[in-house]
């Protein structure tokens, strides 16, 4: 009895810890930038939640914000530097185009970045106010705290979603994919989970 | 002196920079990909160096990242629903290219003297804002990445202050979608002019702080002086404008210039740098600023009162309470929201003096409610093109205060 | 105000390089000869009435139902006589290239790159005639009007998706 509840209080602490130690990797691209800025910015201080200096490289980082729209061209990057990011790492969605394409529905823009790589937290808002942004990083701690970080993370498949399996689980290589770099990911190791 | 350096060469076994330059030692030019995700560029763009030690020999900068296709959704949306797209062009001044976009509209309806004074003047206010707003983000950011954060926090704090204000306006702190064609969407608050000259007051007060901070700092003017010249006759040849053309001695401002809404009432001054180098696109910004708020005082000074929006049922909505109650109003609501507003069919090339410069919209209209081409010339796209040539025989750390100084803005520079 | 280009291009070609010249809400435009794009151009630039150094756009448009399909729109301005003028050269479908003016005004680099991208218009004589605002793996040239505003053409691949090629 004392070792399970010893060990259940360490790995609470230790989730504690990381909820509010987030190093975060702004993958910064269109406007909802300007709102990640005043979101650090002294007036809606995002240091009061332990997020404070964004870590400029992913494989420091714990927390990967997507702030903005996500275009074809850039998708590859992104599932690169979602691939460099080491466990446990969460993903937050801010702003409607890293949610679902906000209005922006045409050939270049990625209808969600949760098509390229798995989603934590969903901000909607275009730009969210910095008191949303807040109140998404209050979500996601309460996520982790709750342990149902990243890796217990419950598909839309799993849901039953129409949604592709390529966000998780690469699908196997093909002929076409040669130009495609990222299906050659470090997850093809031949696990199915 | 020869002893003392032997010595140290012996004992620490250091060498001398003089030591490395030498034709026997091996180099190769290394090709460098300073990538989309980057932490300080601006915005997503991908630079592909070639670089030898640390000095650049061939720059290839290719933007794209954040294409999102503004010409084609506004082949499909109404005249008025193109306004959010313009707020996402330039998205830190987007006020600007509201004005840009609602002038090129009305000068193909051929109404631009029918809209209301106090309109015009609400347009110049605002716009004026949002210029404060880009150049205390770019040059902001910019200190930042030279490593003064201090300056970035000071101007941060000083922009959320117009955000308020402009939240107060529109509605909205950063995409406000305010102006409408024929005027803007609603009057200007009640004490909004005591508050934004009192605002005023403290913005100068932060620039002065910045300034100290700045002006003289022997590590920023270090890394600023005399890096990325660009001459006079280069700036013209390859398009610049705005204060990255205005840095090289190029005066052209499109308010002197060519001035629309009432500029031309309004007293000053537009600087010109002299050397064309990063410092002298700093200091033309921070210049800007001020001559921005003189404008804005000014105007607010002498706003006249009366209608914010024209009168007329086929391009303006018509009030709400007679949409309520009358039916022809109603009739002339739906026809606008569902048709958008009759253009007759024309081109025109209108220009205004955005962010970045000559903010140029070419609307192309076919005689419907949808514009059959409507493109933005983008004020930085020029700006950038210039840095394939510029960058070559920088250091890489100059790149950080070059593009920062260009301000590279994805939303516009790609659409 | 600035019909003296108009007047002065009408006077030094005379040989049917001008086909059109017209004015519209204050903008003066003229339409070019195709052959004769890059000679226009050059003349603008040098003339000491005219005196357009300052290139500030160049685009297309499609027209879509009108033979020559796609027009070039080139926007020059005089830093020292201030005033504007447009330029049209019709360019048909099949045989879509046009002279650059990238040795006339070097800022039309990438607005020449970006017409070439978003509207299949070569460019002869360009030095670096590529892909700007789309990726190089992009079939077609999505701002053409039969280009269908969804068609996407993922680079990380997602099967199953409303709009994608597969």
Redesign the interface.
């Known amino acids: 009895m004392g070792l399970e509840i010893y060990t259940s209080k360490v790995y609470e602490a230790v989730k504690w810890a990381q909820k509010f130690s987030l190093f975060q990797y702004p ?5 909802c ?3 990640f ?2 979101a650090a ?3 809606y201080d995002l240091a009061r939640f332990g997020a404070e200096f ?1 870590r ?1 490289s992913p494989r420091q980082a714990d927390l990967l914000v997507i702030v ?2 996500i ?9 690169r ?1 979602y691939e460099q990011m080491m466990e446990p790492k969460w993903v937050m969605a801010f702003g409607v185009c890293a949610s679902t394409g906000g ?9 969600g970045c949760d ?2 790589i798995p989603v934590d937290v969903y901000i909607p808002g ?2 969210p ?1 910095p008191e949303q942004v807040l109140d998404g990083l209050y979500l996601l701690q309460q996520r982790i705290q709750a342990g149902e970080g990243h890796n217990q993370i419950i598909l839309k498949t799993e849901k039953g979603y ?1 949604v ?1 399996l ?2 998780i689980r690469p ?1 196997p290589a093909r002929a076409s ?1 040669a ?2 770099p ?2 050659k990911s470090l997850l093809d190791s031949g696990k199915t989970t | 002196m020869e002893t003392s350096l032997t010595s140290r060469r012996l004992v620490l076994g250091v060498q001398e920079p003089e030591d490395l330059d030498g034709p026997d030692l091996p180099t190769e030019p290394m090709p460098l990909n300073m ?3 980057h ?1 300080a560029m601006h ?2 763009v991908r630079m592909v160096l070639d670089v030898e030690g640390e000095k650049i020999t061939n720059a290839d900068i290719q933007v ?6 503004f010409e ?2 506004s082949e499909y949306a109404t005249y008025t629903q193109i306004f ?1 797209y313009t ?2 062009l330039n ?2 001044s987007p006020m600007l290219n509201n004005v840009g976009y609602a002038m090129a509209v009305e000068k193909l309806l051929g109404i631009c003297e029918k809209v209301p004074e106090r309109a015009q003047y609400i347009r110049v206010i605002v716009g004026e804002m949002s210029r404060i707003t880009d150049h205390m ?1 770019c040059l902001g ?1 910019g200190a930042m990445e030279l490593g003064a954060f201090t300056v970035f ?1 000071y101007m ?2 000083a ?2 202050w117009l ?1 308020e204000l402009l939240e107060e306006v529109s509605g909205a ?3 406000h979608s305010y102006l409408r064609i024929g005027g803007v969407s609603a009057d200007l608050p009640d004490g909004f002019a005591g508050k934004l000259l009192a605002r005023i007051a403290e913005i100068r007060e932060v620039l002065k702080d910045v300034s100290k901070l700045l002006d003289t700092n022997r590590i920023f003017r270090d890394r600023m002086d005399g890096i990325a010249i660009i001459t006079k006759s280069e700036a013209i040849a390859w398009g610049l404008t705005g204060p990255m053309g205005r840095s090289t001695g190029f005066e052209y401002d499109v308010r002197k210039d060519h001035p629309y809404l009432v500029y031309d009432r309004f007293d000053f001054d537009v600087p010109v740098g002299s050397v064309g180098d990063n410092f002298d696109r700093y200091m033309v910004r921070v210049e800007e600023m001020h001559q921005s708020m003189r404008i804005i005082e000014q105007a607010l000074a002498t706003i006249p009162d009366g209608p914010v929006i024209m009168n007329d049922p086929r391009i303006a909505l018509p009030p709400k309470a007679e949409t309520y109650n009358s039916i022809e109003a109603m009739i002339a609501h739906f026809k606008l929201i569902m048709d958008g507003i009759h253009v007759p069919p024309g081109e025109i090339y209108s220009f205004t003096e955005g962010g970045n410069g000559e903010l140029g919209f070419y609307i192309v209209s076919d005689g419907t409610g949808r514009p059959w081409k409507c493109r933005v010339r983008p004020p930085c796209f020029a700006n950038i093109s210039i840095l394939n040539h510029i960058l070559k025989g920088l250091f890489i750390a100059d790149i950080v205060p070059t593009f920062g100084m260009a301000n590279m803005i ?2 516009e520079c790609d659409r | 105000m600035a019909k003296i280009i108009l007047e002065r291009l009408a006077a030094a070609f005379t040989g049917g390089e001008i086909e059109q010249i017209g004015t519209q809400h204050g903008n003066e435009w003229a339409r070019v000869r195709r052959a004769d794009w890059k000679r226009v151009a050059q003349f603008l630039r040098d003339d000491p009435t005219t005196k357009m150094d300052f290139a500030s756009d160049l685009t297309a448009v499609d027209r879509l139902t009108r033979e020559p399909r796609f027009d070039v729109v080139l926007h020059l301005y005089s830093t020292v006589k201030k005033h504007r003028v447009r330029l049209y050269a019709g360019v048909p479908e099949g045989d879509c290239t046009l002279d650059t003016v990238v040795d006339v005004w070097p800022g039309m680099n990438w607005f020449e790159r970006e017409a070439y991208d978003l509207y299949g218009v070569r460019f002869t004589g360009h030095p670096d005639l590529r892909r700007i605002l ?2 190089t ?1 992009f079939v077609g040239h ?1 701002l053409r009007k039969d ?15 409303p709009g994608t090629l597969e």
């Open positions: 993958f910064v691209t269109a406007c930038g300007m709102e800025m005043s910015a002294p007036k964004p400029f903005g729209t275009t074809e061209r850039q998708a590859p990057a992104l599932r530097i209005f922006y529905q045409n050939y270049s823009t990625v209808p098509q390229i275009c730009p106010r129409d592709p390529a966000a699908l994919d130009h495609d990222s299906t | 990538g989309p995700a932490p915005g997503t794209g990242y954040l294409h999102r296709c084609k959704e959010p707020d996402r998205y830190v983000t950011a926090l941060l704090k922009r959320e955000y702190r950063l995409t994805g939303g | 789309m990726y793996e999505p280009y269908p505003k969804e068609k996407r053409q993922p680079l990380v691949r997602r099967s199953g998706l």
